[in-house]
């Protein structure tokens, strides 16, 4: 089982700056995506940004030019600068990791881990 650790969600002014990280824990063979979604208030949950294990980045363009991805595949974990942020960034964001875990020595398993939500709070 393939659990996810996430931290740096907060309080912040406009303008401002946070990171988010998340690291995955467990048996793990390989990752393929990471990535981040997020959810305000009476909204659906929406794609912010993901990162593939070739380096291919999608960012939603509402945070292009102010959030970044980044990536350590050695500590299967992966980052999410935000700066500028504005009161509409609001939101519980979920991090979220796809890949394949072992099963038996040649077998593996495809899986996909959320993290349990952190809340980013940005003030007016």
């Known amino acids: 089982q393939v659990q996810l650790v996430e931290s740096g969600g907060g309080l912040v002014q406009a303008g401002g700056s946070l990171r988010l990280s998340c690291a995955a824990r467990?048996?793990?063979?390989?990752?393929?995506?990471m990535g981040w979604y997020r959810q305000a208030p009476g909204k659906v949950r929406e794609l912010v940004a993901s990162?593939?294990?070739?380096?291919?980045?999608d960012l939603a363009e509402s945070v292009k030019g102010r959030f970044t991805i980044s990536r350590d595949n050695a500590k299967n974990a992966v980052y999410l600068q935000m700066n500028s942020l504005k009161p509409d960034d609001t939101a519980v964001y979920y991090c979220?990791?796809?890949?394949?875990?072992?099963?038996?020595?040649?077998?593996?398993?495809?899986?996909?881990?959320w993290g349990q939500g952190t809340q980013v709070t940005v003030s007016s």
């Open positions: 979220y990791v796809r890949g394949l875990v072992p099963d038996g020595p040649t077998r593996r398993d495809p899986f996909g881990s």
């Open positions: 467990g048996s793990i063979f390989s990752i393929n995506s």
């Open positions: 990162i593939t294990d070739g380096g291919s980045i």
